[in-house]
């Protein structure tokens, strides 16, 4: 690692400790405001709903005086259901204000008092409706008249007013609270917003540097790339011209071993065989059954391997090729085949114009085809059929047999590499389709040439004619 990259590393961990220490303190603030807030607003609720239940305990109160004081002086019995309703009311609200005070706290032992208060003004009219209600008029007109009601109505009011006083002053404190609270995360998230935009200025250097760095290196990895390139092309051109090179010369091998074949062995098998009819005609009858079985044996021998070489020659360099076109040369390769392996063999052939490279390379194709399902495919039926299209021929062997997975094959397995080389030399295009089970398709395209020389009908006769003398010799 270079001086410069040592330098970035510190740098970049300076700038994510900044972003993950600045992400910290903002969820700090955040959280810290949060809670303090919403301890403040369950007070504020708490106490208003205090200060609201204290002005309904003291209008309630009132109202049952009023209720009470309308029966007196009137004797109407419906000034007793507004009375009767205020002090079920005024003992609910009672019970609510003792839950919402702590025990032990000044506003608690002032709502004892206020309790004992309402409690005795309670007890106070209640004496007096019951006296009205008894028909005892002096007794009622009394306590009416006394300052017993007053004063506990003022104590009422008074206590009532306090402890709505301190619920107001802690919902302003809670405010309060609230209020700082919300200062402290401002000025706390405008701290952690400047160290963010420090942290992002940092990284945004960081980033361009990197980038930068990146840049040159991939400049330079991009130029070793190309140069690469180029030479595996030239290598993959060299290899690919050594391979077609190759080929013309093991056809060339093949060609000449096959001329020599014909010439020389054929001429040797054709004396032999001229020599042992001579034999056999100059003996006559004087030759036993012996030598006669010998002799004829002598000539079937000599026929098998005049037989044996015309096939070598054939599959050296076939003759047919050249002496009676591409279809007859397939039709005589795939009935020799069905007759050697027992496959059938179904050819469906239209007439195309090839010139010799590339029906050598149509015929080799089909030959390394039906060899390799004779070998591996075990197969019953193949089928091969050339058609014939306007700028271009396609070929297409296929069999039914047990097929393979083509992705567990090596490329150079069957011969495929020689023959896709073969078909692509010729400015053609292979494709092999095969599954387990399905069977095996070989496809190839060839372009046509842009001309086509054709050859003189009577070479061809001449040399085919030749060859059937040679072989019936």
């Not at 006394?146 to 009422?156: F, L, N, S």
């Not at 000539?299 to 002496?323: C, F, G, M, Q």
Request: aromatic share 4%.
């Amino acid at each position: 690692m270079n001086q410069p990259e040592r330098n970035r590393v510190p740098r970049m961990a300076i700038s994510l400790v900044l972003a993950v220490l600045a992400a910290c303190v903002l969820i700090g603030i955040n959280e810290t405001g949060y809670l303090r807030s919403k301890d403040a607003l369950d007070q504020i609720e708490q106490y208003a709903t205090t200060r609201g239940a204290l002005h309904r305990l003291l209008v309630r109160t009132l109202d049952a005086e009023t209720g009470s004081r309308g029966y007196l002086l009137t004797g109407d019995p419906r000034y007793l259901e507004p009375y009767n309703a205020a002090v079920a009311e005024i003992g609910q609200n009672l019970e609510a204000l003792r839950r919402g005070y702590g025990p032990g706290s000044e506003d608690q032992q002032m709502l004892a008092q206020l309790s004992r208060n309402v409690e005795r003004k309670l007890a106070e009219m209640d004496m007096s409706v019951r006296m009205r209600k008894q028909g005892n008029e002096d007794a009622w007109k009394f306590v009416l008249m006394t300052d017993v009601g007053k004063e506990h109505m003022d104590a009422i009011r008074d206590q009532s007013g306090r402890l709505i006083a301190s619920a107001s002053k802690r919902i302003q404190v809670a405010q309060a609270q609230i209020e700082e609270s919300l200062r402290f995360a401002r000025f706390g998230i405008a701290a952690v917003a400047v160290a963010a935009l420090v942290a992002f200025y940092l990284y945004l250097r960081q980033t361009t540097a990197l980038k930068l760095a990146g840049e040159q290196q991939q400049a330079a990895l991009q130029k070793e790339r190309d140069l690469l390139e180029s030479q595996v092309r030239e290598r993959t051109a060299s290899l690919a011209e050594l391979a077609t090179h190759l080929q013309m010369v093991r056809e060339e091998e093949r060609g000449h071993l096959a001329r020599e074949l014909h010439d020389e062995l054929g001429a040797l098998l054709t004396a032999a065989k001229l020599d042992v009819a001579r034999l056999k005609s100059r003996l006559g009858a004087q030759t036993t059954p012996e030598i006669n079985e010998r002799l004829r044996h002598l000539t079937d021998t000599l026929n098998s391997v005049i037989a044996l070489k015309r096939r070598i020659i054939e599959d050296l360099r076939p003759s047919s090729l050249s002496n009676l076109g591409l279809n007859a040369s397939l039709e005589i390769l795939a009935r020799e085949f069905s007759e050697r392996s027992g496959i059938e063999v179904a050819t469906s052939l239209e007439q195309v114009e090839l010139d010799e490279s590339r029906q050598l390379t149509v015929y080799r194709l089909v030959q390394e085809s039906l060899t390799n399902v004779g070998k591996y495919a075990q197969a019953k039926q193949v089928d091969v059929s050339v058609r014939d299209y306007s700028n271009h021929v396609e070929v297409e062997i296929r069999d039914d047999g047990r097929g393979f997975n083509l992705q567990d094959v090596r490329p150079s397995t069957h011969g495929l590499a020689g023959m896709r080389h073969r078909v692509e030399a010729a400015g053609g295009r292979l494709s092999v389709v095969s599954r387990p089970g399905s069977g095996t398709r070989i496809a190839a395209v060839l372009p046509k040439p842009q001309s086509m020389p054709r050859p003189a009908s009577g070479d061809a006769e001449t040399q085919a004619t030749a060859e059937a003398q040679a072989e019936a010799k």
